[in-house]
Protein backbone atom coordinates (compact mmCIF):
# COMPACT_ATOMS: atom_id res chain seq x y z
CA UNK A 1 0.00 0.00 0.00
CA UNK A 2 1.16 3.10 -1.11
CA UNK A 3 1.88 6.29 1.51
CA UNK A 4 0.06 9.45 1.16
CA UNK A 5 2.18 12.45 0.34
CA UNK A 6 1.04 15.53 2.21
CA UNK A 7 1.66 18.81 0.22
CA UNK A 8 3.77 21.26 2.55
CA UNK A 9 2.59 23.88 4.34
CA UNK A 10 2.66 27.08 2.49
CA UNK A 11 3.93 30.33 4.61
CA UNK A 12 0.77 31.79 4.83
CA UNK A 13 -1.16 28.78 6.30
CA UNK A 14 2.27 27.72 8.29
CA UNK A 15 1.27 31.52 9.90
CA UNK A 16 -1.63 31.35 10.51
CA UNK A 17 -0.99 28.11 12.35
CA UNK A 18 1.17 29.20 14.53
CA UNK A 19 -1.05 31.85 15.60
CA UNK A 20 -4.01 30.03 16.47
CA UNK A 21 -1.50 27.56 18.23
CA UNK A 22 -0.55 30.18 20.41
CA UNK A 23 -4.25 31.98 20.68
CA UNK A 24 -5.22 28.61 21.91
CA UNK A 25 -2.78 28.38 24.46
CA UNK A 26 -2.95 32.67 25.90
CA UNK A 27 -6.75 31.27 26.50
CA UNK A 28 -5.74 28.89 28.52
CA UNK A 29 -2.98 30.95 29.93
CA UNK A 30 -6.41 33.92 30.60
CA UNK A 31 -8.08 30.82 32.35
CA UNK A 32 -5.37 29.40 34.48
CA UNK A 33 -4.45 32.80 35.48
CA UNK A 34 -8.53 34.42 36.11
CA UNK A 35 -9.33 31.10 38.07
CA UNK A 36 -6.53 31.54 40.13
CA UNK A 37 -7.05 34.85 41.25
CA UNK A 38 -10.89 33.64 41.43
CA UNK A 39 -10.32 31.33 43.95
CA UNK A 40 -7.78 34.11 46.11
CA UNK A 41 -10.51 36.65 45.98
CA UNK A 42 -13.17 33.40 47.17
CA UNK A 43 -11.04 32.77 50.14
CA UNK A 44 -10.97 36.42 51.18
CA UNK A 45 -14.55 36.96 51.00
CA UNK A 46 -15.35 33.78 53.28
CA UNK A 47 -12.66 34.95 55.86
CA UNK A 48 -14.03 38.64 55.66
CA UNK A 49 -17.47 36.91 56.39
CA UNK A 50 -16.53 34.37 58.77
CA UNK A 51 -14.89 37.89 60.76
CA UNK A 52 -17.03 40.58 60.07
CA UNK A 53 -20.30 38.37 60.19
CA UNK A 54 -21.76 40.78 57.48
CA UNK A 55 -20.86 42.08 53.99
CA UNK A 56 -18.82 45.30 53.97
CA UNK A 57 -15.86 47.46 52.70
CA UNK A 58 -12.16 47.46 54.33
CA UNK A 59 -12.59 51.63 53.98
CA UNK A 60 -15.27 54.08 54.74
CA UNK A 61 -14.32 56.14 51.23
CA UNK A 62 -15.68 52.75 49.51
CA UNK A 63 -19.19 53.69 50.60
CA UNK A 64 -18.79 57.78 49.44
CA UNK A 65 -18.40 56.20 45.69
CA UNK A 66 -21.70 54.35 46.60
CA UNK A 67 -23.19 57.51 47.92
CA UNK A 68 -22.64 59.15 44.67
CA UNK A 69 -23.86 55.99 42.78
CA UNK A 70 -26.62 56.05 44.33
CA UNK A 71 -27.65 59.33 44.03
CA UNK A 72 -27.18 58.89 40.28
CA UNK A 73 -29.07 55.72 40.17
CA UNK A 74 -32.28 57.62 42.03
CA UNK A 75 -31.99 60.85 39.77
CA UNK A 76 -30.34 63.14 42.34
CA UNK A 77 -27.40 64.12 39.72
CA UNK A 78 -23.60 63.72 40.51
CA UNK A 79 -24.33 64.79 44.01
CA UNK A 80 -23.31 64.09 47.43
CA UNK A 81 -26.45 65.73 49.52
CA UNK A 82 -29.22 64.87 46.75
CA UNK A 83 -29.49 67.58 44.24
CA UNK A 84 -26.64 69.70 45.26
CA UNK A 85 -23.84 68.96 42.64
CA UNK A 86 -20.27 68.78 43.58
CA UNK A 87 -17.46 67.05 42.33
CA UNK A 88 -16.29 65.54 45.67
CA UNK A 89 -15.85 62.08 43.66
CA UNK A 90 -11.50 61.44 43.01
CA UNK A 91 -12.59 58.61 40.55
CA UNK A 92 -15.52 59.69 38.82
CA UNK A 93 -14.87 57.20 36.26
CA UNK A 94 -15.51 54.47 38.95
CA UNK A 95 -18.21 56.07 40.56
CA UNK A 96 -20.23 56.15 36.55
CA UNK A 97 -19.19 52.43 36.43
CA UNK A 98 -20.47 51.74 39.93
CA UNK A 99 -23.79 53.38 39.79
CA UNK A 100 -24.16 51.31 35.84
CA UNK A 101 -23.38 48.48 37.67
CA UNK A 102 -25.30 49.07 40.26
CA UNK A 103 -28.41 49.64 37.91
CA UNK A 104 -28.49 46.37 36.70
CA UNK A 105 -27.09 44.25 39.61
CA UNK A 106 -29.85 44.76 42.11
CA UNK A 107 -27.42 44.27 45.19
CA UNK A 108 -24.71 47.18 46.35
CA UNK A 109 -22.28 44.81 47.41
CA UNK A 110 -22.66 42.50 44.52
CA UNK A 111 -22.49 45.19 41.80
CA UNK A 112 -19.39 46.80 43.28
CA UNK A 113 -17.03 43.71 44.11
CA UNK A 114 -18.13 42.16 40.30
CA UNK A 115 -16.49 45.24 39.14
CA UNK A 116 -13.39 44.85 41.22
CA UNK A 117 -12.99 41.43 40.30
CA UNK A 118 -13.29 41.82 36.91
CA UNK A 119 -11.16 44.42 36.63
CA UNK A 120 -8.65 43.03 38.88
CA UNK A 121 -8.64 39.85 36.56
CA UNK A 122 -7.91 42.43 33.50
CA UNK A 123 -5.11 43.95 35.48
CA UNK A 124 -3.74 40.23 35.66
CA UNK A 125 -4.28 39.49 31.95
CA UNK A 126 -2.58 42.90 30.89
CA UNK A 127 0.03 41.89 33.10
CA UNK A 128 0.56 38.62 31.12
CA UNK A 129 0.40 40.40 27.80
CA UNK A 130 3.06 43.81 29.05
CA UNK A 131 5.62 40.65 29.83
CA UNK A 132 4.42 39.18 26.48
CA UNK A 133 6.44 41.84 24.77
CA UNK A 134 9.83 41.85 26.98
CA UNK A 135 10.63 38.08 25.70
CA UNK A 136 9.54 35.34 23.74
CA UNK A 137 10.02 32.67 26.51
CA UNK A 138 6.27 30.91 27.33
CA UNK A 139 6.59 30.28 31.08
CA UNK A 140 7.33 34.38 31.55
CA UNK A 141 4.21 35.77 30.65
CA UNK A 142 2.34 33.09 32.36
CA UNK A 143 4.17 33.21 35.46
CA UNK A 144 4.00 36.92 35.81
CA UNK A 145 0.56 36.70 35.61
CA UNK A 146 -0.11 34.28 37.83
CA UNK A 147 2.38 35.70 40.63
CA UNK A 148 0.02 39.43 39.88
CA UNK A 149 -2.79 37.42 40.80
CA UNK A 150 -1.25 35.79 44.16
CA UNK A 151 0.49 39.14 44.85
CA UNK A 152 -0.98 41.68 47.56
CA UNK A 153 -2.37 43.90 47.28
CA UNK A 154 -4.65 43.21 44.16
CA UNK A 155 -7.42 40.72 46.17
CA UNK A 156 -7.75 43.77 48.86
CA UNK A 157 -8.53 46.25 46.27
CA UNK A 158 -10.80 43.75 43.77
CA UNK A 159 -12.87 43.63 47.16
CA UNK A 160 -12.60 47.09 48.95
CA UNK A 161 -15.22 48.86 46.26
CA UNK A 162 -12.78 51.40 45.30
CA UNK A 163 -11.03 52.66 42.20
CA UNK A 164 -7.54 50.70 42.37
CA UNK A 165 -8.50 47.95 39.98
CA UNK A 166 -9.97 49.76 37.53
CA UNK A 167 -7.18 52.45 37.26
CA UNK A 168 -4.76 49.30 37.49
CA UNK A 169 -6.15 48.18 34.47
CA UNK A 170 -6.90 50.64 32.68
CA UNK A 171 -2.94 51.91 33.56
CA UNK A 172 -1.50 48.36 32.39
CA UNK A 173 -3.29 48.52 29.43
CA UNK A 174 -2.29 51.59 28.36
CA UNK A 175 0.99 50.77 29.27
CA UNK A 176 0.68 47.52 26.46
CA UNK A 177 -1.20 49.78 23.96
CA UNK A 178 2.05 52.31 24.07
CA UNK A 179 4.63 49.51 23.41
CA UNK A 180 2.71 47.58 20.89
CA UNK A 181 0.76 50.55 19.11
CA UNK A 182 3.41 53.03 19.15
CA UNK A 183 4.83 52.50 15.47
CA UNK A 184 1.50 52.05 13.88
CA UNK A 185 -0.05 54.84 11.38
CA UNK A 186 -3.61 53.70 11.80
CA UNK A 187 -6.03 54.51 14.85
CA UNK A 188 -4.71 52.01 16.93
CA UNK A 189 -1.72 54.57 17.86
CA UNK A 190 -4.03 56.42 19.77
CA UNK A 191 -5.00 54.04 22.07
CA UNK A 192 -2.30 54.36 24.51
CA UNK A 193 -3.20 58.26 24.58
CA UNK A 194 -7.30 57.45 25.07
CA UNK A 195 -6.77 54.61 27.58
CA UNK A 196 -3.76 57.12 29.34
CA UNK A 197 -6.79 59.85 29.42
CA UNK A 198 -9.33 57.43 31.29
CA UNK A 199 -7.08 56.53 33.37
CA UNK A 200 -6.72 60.10 34.91
CA UNK A 201 -10.06 60.15 35.04
CA UNK A 202 -10.24 57.40 36.86
CA UNK A 203 -7.18 58.14 39.28
CA UNK A 204 -5.75 61.51 39.16
CA UNK A 205 -2.02 60.94 40.08
CA UNK A 206 -2.45 58.87 36.81
CA UNK A 207 -2.47 62.22 35.09
CA UNK A 208 1.73 61.77 34.54
CA UNK A 209 1.45 58.19 32.51
CA UNK A 210 0.99 60.10 29.49
CA UNK A 211 3.72 62.55 30.11
CA UNK A 212 6.13 59.40 30.54
CA UNK A 213 4.77 57.65 27.16
CA UNK A 214 5.53 61.24 25.61
CA UNK A 215 9.53 60.96 27.62
CA UNK A 216 10.02 57.96 26.46
CA UNK A 217 9.00 57.96 22.75
CA UNK A 218 11.54 60.77 22.56
CA UNK A 219 14.32 58.47 24.27
CA UNK A 220 13.33 55.56 22.45
CA UNK A 221 13.92 57.11 19.28
CA UNK A 222 16.90 59.04 20.44
CA UNK A 223 19.19 56.31 21.89
CA UNK A 224 17.52 53.72 19.91
CA UNK A 225 15.54 54.07 16.82
CA UNK A 226 17.01 57.15 15.68
CA UNK A 227 13.88 58.30 14.07
CA UNK A 228 12.83 61.87 12.87
CA UNK A 229 12.86 64.59 15.71
CA UNK A 230 10.67 66.82 13.82
CA UNK A 231 8.28 63.66 12.81
CA UNK A 232 8.13 62.82 16.54
CA UNK A 233 7.49 67.10 17.56
CA UNK A 234 4.76 66.57 15.65
CA UNK A 235 2.70 63.90 16.84
CA UNK A 236 3.36 64.20 20.47
CA UNK A 237 1.33 67.51 19.75
CA UNK A 238 -1.38 65.79 18.01
CA UNK A 239 -1.10 62.94 20.20
CA UNK A 240 -1.71 65.46 23.45
CA UNK A 241 -4.76 67.30 21.64
CA UNK A 242 -6.42 64.00 21.58
CA UNK A 243 -5.50 63.32 25.37
CA UNK A 244 -6.55 66.98 26.37
CA UNK A 245 -9.79 66.99 23.65
CA UNK A 246 -10.57 63.64 26.72
CA UNK A 247 -9.92 65.24 29.58
CA UNK A 248 -11.47 68.61 29.09
CA UNK A 249 -15.04 67.63 29.90
CA UNK A 250 -13.66 66.78 33.11
CA UNK A 251 -11.52 69.53 33.76
CA UNK A 252 -14.63 72.04 33.00
CA UNK A 253 -16.90 70.16 34.81
CA UNK A 254 -14.75 70.65 37.79
CA UNK A 255 -14.35 74.27 37.20
CA UNK A 256 -17.96 75.08 36.96
CA UNK A 257 -18.94 73.27 40.46
CA UNK A 258 -15.35 74.27 42.49
CA UNK A 259 -13.42 76.58 40.30
CA UNK A 260 -10.48 74.15 40.13
CA UNK A 261 -10.27 71.48 36.88
CA UNK A 262 -9.42 68.61 39.91
CA UNK A 263 -11.74 67.09 41.98
CA UNK A 264 -12.42 69.25 45.82
CA UNK A 265 -11.73 65.68 47.58
CA UNK A 266 -8.07 65.80 45.73
CA UNK A 267 -7.40 69.49 46.64
CA UNK A 268 -8.82 68.78 50.31
CA UNK A 269 -6.22 66.10 50.82
CA UNK A 270 -3.32 67.62 49.44
CA UNK A 271 -4.21 70.85 51.03
CA UNK A 272 -1.93 73.70 50.91
CA UNK A 273 1.32 71.35 50.18
CA UNK A 274 2.92 70.78 47.29
CA UNK A 275 4.63 72.63 44.19
CA UNK A 276 1.28 74.43 43.38
CA UNK A 277 0.83 76.17 46.75
CA UNK A 278 4.73 76.55 46.49
CA UNK A 279 4.43 78.70 43.35
CA UNK A 280 1.22 80.39 43.74
CA UNK A 281 2.19 81.23 47.60
CA UNK A 282 5.76 81.06 48.10
CA UNK A 283 5.40 78.88 50.90
CA UNK A 284 8.88 78.05 51.03
CA UNK A 285 7.91 75.21 53.12
CA UNK A 286 6.75 73.69 50.99
CA UNK A 287 10.11 72.45 49.62
CA UNK A 288 11.32 71.07 52.86
CA UNK A 289 7.71 68.92 52.57
CA UNK A 290 8.51 67.60 49.00
CA UNK A 291 12.08 66.62 49.56
CA UNK A 292 11.02 64.65 52.40
CA UNK A 293 8.55 63.06 50.42
CA UNK A 294 10.66 62.36 46.89
CA UNK A 295 12.91 60.01 49.88
CA UNK A 296 9.83 58.84 51.44
CA UNK A 297 8.07 57.82 48.63
CA UNK A 298 10.91 55.98 46.81
CA UNK A 299 11.58 53.98 50.24
CA UNK A 300 8.01 52.96 50.34
CA UNK A 301 8.62 51.27 46.75
CA UNK A 302 11.14 49.11 47.73
CA UNK A 303 9.30 48.57 50.90
CA UNK A 304 6.58 47.82 49.00
CA UNK A 305 8.73 45.45 46.97
CA UNK A 306 10.08 43.45 49.77
CA UNK A 307 6.52 43.27 51.94
CA UNK A 308 4.59 41.75 48.56
CA UNK A 309 7.45 39.29 48.07
CA UNK A 310 10.76 39.60 49.92
CA UNK A 311 12.57 36.15 47.97
CA UNK A 312 11.09 37.96 44.31
CA UNK A 313 12.41 40.99 45.73
CA UNK A 314 15.71 40.27 45.47
CA UNK A 315 15.48 40.15 41.74
CA UNK A 316 14.47 43.48 41.43
CA UNK A 317 17.77 45.34 40.99
CA UNK A 318 18.48 42.82 38.38
CA UNK A 319 15.44 43.10 36.30
CA UNK A 320 15.22 46.92 36.34
CA UNK A 321 18.74 47.23 34.77
CA UNK A 322 18.30 44.23 32.25
CA UNK A 323 15.07 46.05 30.85
CA UNK A 324 16.49 49.78 30.44
CA UNK A 325 19.29 47.53 28.36
CA UNK A 326 16.44 45.10 26.88
CA UNK A 327 16.18 47.68 23.88
CA UNK A 328 19.70 47.35 22.36
CA UNK A 329 19.86 44.07 22.36
CA UNK A 330 20.08 42.56 18.92
CA UNK A 331 17.21 40.95 18.02
CA UNK A 332 14.95 42.53 20.78
CA UNK A 333 11.52 42.94 20.02
CA UNK A 334 10.99 45.16 23.29
CA UNK A 335 11.29 48.73 22.17
CA UNK A 336 10.55 51.19 25.16
CA UNK A 337 11.70 52.12 28.40
CA UNK A 338 8.45 52.76 30.06
CA UNK A 339 8.13 50.58 32.85
CA UNK A 340 11.41 51.64 34.45
CA UNK A 341 10.12 55.17 33.69
CA UNK A 342 6.79 54.98 35.44
CA UNK A 343 8.56 53.94 38.37
CA UNK A 344 11.26 56.84 38.40
CA UNK A 345 8.98 59.58 37.55
CA UNK A 346 5.36 58.40 39.37
CA UNK A 347 6.72 58.43 42.61
CA UNK A 348 8.79 62.01 42.06
CA UNK A 349 5.87 63.38 40.66
CA UNK A 350 3.73 62.50 43.42
CA UNK A 351 6.01 63.79 46.03
CA UNK A 352 6.20 67.25 44.28
CA UNK A 353 2.80 67.40 43.57
CA UNK A 354 0.89 65.61 46.06
CA UNK A 355 3.17 64.84 49.13
CA UNK A 356 0.74 63.17 51.20
CA UNK A 357 1.21 60.52 54.07
CA UNK A 358 3.44 58.80 51.69
CA UNK A 359 2.11 55.96 48.82
CA UNK A 360 2.14 52.96 50.69
CA UNK A 361 -1.36 54.08 53.04
CA UNK A 362 -4.34 51.93 52.63
CA UNK A 363 -2.87 48.58 51.05
CA UNK A 364 -0.68 50.66 49.01
CA UNK A 365 -4.51 52.00 47.22
CA UNK A 366 -2.91 55.05 45.00
CA UNK A 367 0.10 52.81 43.46
CA UNK A 368 -2.24 49.63 42.59
CA UNK A 369 -0.43 49.88 39.39
CA UNK A 370 2.88 49.64 40.83
CA UNK A 371 2.40 46.34 41.94
CA UNK A 372 2.42 44.41 38.35
CA UNK A 373 4.84 46.49 37.15
CA UNK A 374 6.99 45.49 40.08
CA UNK A 375 6.77 41.58 39.49
CA UNK A 376 7.02 42.18 36.11
CA UNK A 377 10.57 43.68 36.65
CA UNK A 378 11.72 41.10 39.42
CA UNK A 379 10.65 38.26 37.21
CA UNK A 380 12.51 39.06 34.73
CA UNK A 381 15.34 39.76 36.97
CA UNK A 382 15.21 36.15 37.87
CA UNK A 383 14.75 34.93 34.01
CA UNK A 384 18.02 36.97 32.86
CA UNK A 385 19.92 35.75 35.86
CA UNK A 386 21.93 33.21 34.06
CA UNK A 387 22.94 35.76 31.65
CA UNK A 388 23.93 37.97 34.27
CA UNK A 389 26.18 34.88 36.10
CA UNK A 390 27.78 33.79 32.68
CA UNK A 391 28.49 37.74 31.88
CA UNK A 392 29.87 37.52 35.38
CA UNK A 393 32.42 34.32 35.15
CA UNK A 394 32.53 34.94 31.07
CA UNK A 395 30.80 32.12 29.91
CA UNK A 396 30.09 31.56 26.28
CA UNK A 397 26.84 31.17 25.79
CA UNK A 398 24.81 30.24 22.06
CA UNK A 399 21.40 31.89 23.38
CA UNK A 400 21.36 35.86 23.97
CA UNK A 401 19.17 37.51 25.91
CA UNK A 402 16.69 36.46 28.44
CA UNK A 403 16.97 32.36 28.87
CA UNK A 404 15.15 29.50 30.65
CA UNK A 405 15.73 28.88 34.09
CA UNK A 406 16.76 25.20 33.78
CA UNK A 407 16.71 22.63 36.27
CA UNK A 408 15.72 21.42 39.65
CA UNK A 409 16.68 24.51 40.66
CA UNK A 410 14.87 26.85 39.08
CA UNK A 411 11.33 25.01 39.92
CA UNK A 412 12.72 25.37 43.65
CA UNK A 413 13.08 28.99 43.44
CA UNK A 414 9.45 29.45 41.68
CA UNK A 415 8.37 27.31 43.91
CA UNK A 416 9.55 29.63 47.27
CA UNK A 417 8.05 32.95 45.79
CA UNK A 418 4.86 31.42 45.25
CA UNK A 419 5.10 29.74 48.81
CA UNK A 420 5.70 33.45 50.34
CA UNK A 421 3.20 35.07 48.27
CA UNK A 422 0.76 32.67 49.92
CA UNK A 423 2.18 33.11 53.28
CA UNK A 424 2.22 36.60 53.43
CA UNK A 425 -1.88 36.56 52.00
CA UNK A 426 -2.95 33.46 54.58
CA UNK A 427 -0.43 33.40 57.53
CA UNK A 428 1.47 35.22 59.99
CA UNK A 429 4.05 37.25 59.03
CA UNK A 430 7.96 37.91 60.62
CA UNK A 431 6.22 41.12 61.82
CA UNK A 432 3.50 41.23 64.77
CA UNK A 433 0.96 42.14 61.96
CA UNK A 434 -2.16 40.00 60.87
CA UNK A 435 -1.53 38.43 56.90
CA UNK A 436 -3.40 40.18 53.82
CA UNK A 437 -6.49 38.03 53.74
CA UNK A 438 -6.95 38.64 58.01
CA UNK A 439 -6.09 42.31 57.53
CA UNK A 440 -9.08 42.76 54.77
CA UNK A 441 -11.41 40.96 57.32
CA UNK A 442 -10.69 42.96 60.18
CA UNK A 443 -10.70 46.43 57.87
CA UNK A 444 -14.54 45.12 57.25
CA UNK A 445 -15.06 44.26 60.45
CA UNK A 446 -14.02 47.48 61.89
CA UNK A 447 -15.73 49.71 59.19
CA UNK A 448 -19.27 47.91 59.91
CA UNK A 449 -18.84 47.90 63.65
CA UNK A 450 -18.24 52.11 63.60
CA UNK A 451 -19.31 53.91 60.56
CA UNK A 452 -21.76 51.27 59.58
CA UNK A 453 -23.65 51.31 63.10
CA UNK A 454 -23.44 54.82 63.45
CA UNK A 455 -24.46 55.47 60.01
CA UNK A 456 -27.96 53.30 61.03
CA UNK A 457 -28.07 54.77 64.05
CA UNK A 458 -28.42 58.47 62.63
CA UNK A 459 -31.26 56.90 60.22
CA UNK A 460 -33.26 55.59 63.42
CA UNK A 461 -32.52 58.33 65.97
CA UNK A 462 -32.42 61.46 64.48
CA UNK A 463 -34.78 64.06 62.63
CA UNK A 464 -35.47 62.93 58.60
CA UNK A 465 -34.29 67.03 58.49
CA UNK A 466 -31.41 66.73 60.64
CA UNK A 467 -27.86 68.09 59.13
CA UNK A 468 -25.17 66.00 60.28
CA UNK A 469 -21.31 67.37 60.61
CA UNK A 470 -18.94 64.68 60.28
CA UNK A 471 -15.21 63.56 59.71
CA UNK A 472 -16.15 60.42 58.19
CA UNK A 473 -18.75 61.33 55.50
CA UNK A 474 -19.38 57.50 54.04
CA UNK A 475 -21.42 55.10 55.76
CA UNK A 476 -22.71 58.29 57.74
CA UNK A 477 -23.84 59.46 54.32
CA UNK A 478 -25.24 56.29 52.85
CA UNK A 479 -27.33 54.51 55.94
CA UNK A 480 -27.82 57.60 57.76
CA UNK A 481 -29.52 59.22 54.87
CA UNK A 482 -29.27 62.66 55.95
CA UNK A 483 -27.69 65.89 54.65
CA UNK A 484 -23.91 66.39 55.41
CA UNK A 485 -21.18 68.85 56.39
CA UNK A 486 -17.54 67.43 55.76
CA UNK A 487 -15.41 68.74 58.14
CA UNK A 488 -12.16 67.53 56.15
CA UNK A 489 -14.01 69.32 53.03
CA UNK A 490 -14.32 66.40 50.37
CA UNK A 491 -17.49 67.05 49.33
CA UNK A 492 -18.12 70.43 51.31
CA UNK A 493 -15.53 72.41 49.45
CA UNK A 494 -16.45 76.01 50.73
CA UNK A 495 -15.28 75.03 53.68
CA UNK A 496 -11.70 74.39 52.48
CA UNK A 497 -10.51 78.35 52.87
CA UNK A 498 -11.68 78.50 56.87
CA UNK A 499 -9.54 74.93 57.35
CA UNK A 500 -6.69 76.81 56.02
CA UNK A 501 -6.62 80.33 57.87
CA UNK A 502 -4.47 79.03 59.91
CA UNK A 503 -1.86 76.12 61.67
CA UNK A 504 -4.97 75.21 63.69
CA UNK A 505 -7.27 73.75 61.57
CA UNK A 506 -10.04 72.97 64.62
CA UNK A 507 -10.09 77.21 65.25
CA UNK A 508 -11.37 77.24 61.09
CA UNK A 509 -13.59 74.16 61.58
CA UNK A 510 -15.23 76.16 64.68
CA UNK A 511 -16.25 79.16 62.91
CA UNK A 512 -17.55 77.13 60.18
CA UNK A 513 -19.84 75.13 62.46
CA UNK A 514 -21.05 78.38 64.06
CA UNK A 515 -21.87 79.75 60.45
CA UNK A 516 -23.95 76.73 59.67
CA UNK A 517 -25.13 75.19 62.93
CA UNK A 518 -24.97 71.51 61.81
CA UNK A 519 -27.73 69.80 64.36
CA UNK A 520 -25.07 66.56 65.11
CA UNK A 521 -21.08 66.56 64.97
CA UNK A 522 -19.74 62.81 64.34
CA UNK A 523 -16.07 63.02 64.83
CA UNK A 524 -13.04 61.05 65.75
CA UNK A 525 -12.14 62.91 69.07
CA UNK A 526 -8.57 62.46 69.28
CA UNK A 527 -8.81 64.80 65.69
CA UNK A 528 -10.36 67.40 67.23
CA UNK A 529 -9.65 67.17 71.11
CA UNK A 530 -10.57 71.06 71.39
CA UNK A 531 -13.62 70.51 69.84
CA UNK A 532 -14.80 67.76 71.69
CA UNK A 533 -13.61 69.07 75.14
CA UNK A 534 -16.57 71.90 74.19
CA UNK A 535 -19.23 70.74 76.38
CA UNK A 536 -20.80 73.93 76.14
CA UNK A 537 -21.43 73.26 72.31
CA UNK A 538 -21.96 69.93 71.83
CA UNK A 539 -23.78 66.96 73.92
CA UNK A 540 -22.25 63.64 73.66
CA UNK A 541 -25.29 61.11 72.54
CA UNK A 542 -23.85 58.24 71.13
CA UNK A 543 -20.63 56.58 70.51
CA UNK A 544 -18.47 53.62 69.32
CA UNK A 545 -15.68 52.17 70.68
CA UNK A 546 -13.27 49.82 68.56
CA UNK A 547 -11.41 46.51 70.25
CA UNK A 548 -9.13 45.74 67.82
CA UNK A 549 -9.04 48.84 65.71
CA UNK A 550 -6.87 48.32 62.61
CA UNK A 551 -8.34 50.74 59.96
CA UNK A 552 -10.35 54.07 61.87
CA UNK A 553 -8.26 57.16 62.53
CA UNK A 554 -9.64 56.82 66.28
CA UNK A 555 -10.35 53.91 68.39
CA UNK A 556 -13.89 55.84 68.95
CA UNK A 557 -16.35 57.63 66.95
CA UNK A 558 -18.45 59.94 69.27
CA UNK A 559 -22.26 61.46 67.96
CA UNK A 560 -22.89 65.07 69.49
CA UNK A 561 -25.94 67.00 69.63
CA UNK A 562 -25.32 70.99 69.22
CA UNK A 563 -26.12 72.79 71.73
CA UNK A 564 -27.96 75.59 69.98
CA UNK A 565 -27.64 78.32 73.28
CA UNK A 566 -23.53 77.84 72.89
CA UNK A 567 -21.35 80.18 71.74
CA UNK A 568 -18.90 78.65 69.06
CA UNK A 569 -16.28 81.43 69.45
CA UNK A 570 -16.32 81.77 73.37
CA UNK A 571 -14.23 79.09 75.47
CA UNK A 572 -15.87 77.35 78.36
Same mark, same amino acid.
Given at each position: ???????????????????????? @?????????????????????????????????????????????????????????????????????????????????????????????????????????????????????????? @??????????????????????? @????????????????????????????????????? @?????????????????????????????????????????????????????????TSFSAKVGNRGIVDLIAHGNIRNLTIIVYYVFQNYHDLIKSCVENNFILSLFFIIGFIALLF???????????????????????????????????????????????????????????????????FKLSSQKRGPVSIPGSMSIAVLLLIFIVSFKVQFFARFSDAKPKSLQYAYNVKNINEMQVRI??????????????????????????????????????????????????????????????????????????????????????????????????????????????????????
Open positions: MGTVQRSPLQPEQSHLTVLLIRSS @LMKKHYLIISCLFLVLAGSYLFGMLKVAGAPGFPLDDSWIHLQFAKNLITGNGFSYNADIPVNGSTSPLWTLLLAGAWGIIPSYFAAAVVLGVLFSVLTCIYSYKIAQTITKENNYPLLAGM @LVAVTPPLAWAALSGMEPPLYAF @LALAGIYFHITFRGKSDWRQYAATSTFALTAVARPEC @LILFPIAVIDNFITRRLVDDGNKRELIKKSLLHAAVFLIILIPYAVFNYTLSGSPVPAPFREGSSHRSFILPLVLILQPLAMAVVTPFEGILIQNQRYITHFMPLLVIIELYGLFTLPDVIRGLGKWINENTDKNAVIAANDIGAIAFFGNRRIIDTVGLVTPEIIPYLRKGPDRQKGLLEYLELKRPDYLVIFPNWYPMIAARSDLFEKVYSVRLKDNITAGGREMVVYRTIRAGSFQNKP
